[in-house]
């Protein structure tokens, strides 16, 4: 889509960037607070980072191991959800 003018373009390019502006800034402050009043998971002795770090490990193993691509065709063929059908009612 073309605008009508130099100036409407300009002003929905500003417009836009205000508005990211805004979102990103409101993401940063909000982010910043929760990490003040989340001291606890922050300490490196802590058992939130170890239990995280154990977690990280799981997983790291699973995905060389290759079973994360078995969880992921157990719960396609057993859900109630088949996303594959979803879109195909789109399609005339």
């Known amino acids: 889509m073309q605008p009508a003018s130099f100036a409407e373009g ?6 836009y960037s205000l508005g990211l502006y805004g979102t990103l800034l409101a993401v940063a402050l ?18 939130f980072r170890r239990s995280l770090g154990w977690v990280f490990i799981a997983v790291g193993v699973v995905i060389i191991a290759g079973w994360d691509k078995d969880l992921q065709t157990g719960i396609l063929d057993n859900s109630p959800i088949r996303p594959w059908e979803i879109d195909s009612n789109f399609i005339p």
């Open 10 to 15: 300009l002003a929905l390019l500003f417009a």
């Open 30 to 47: 909000t982010g910043q607070r929760l990490i003040k009043s989340a001291g606890w998971a922050i300490k490196s002795e802590g058992i």
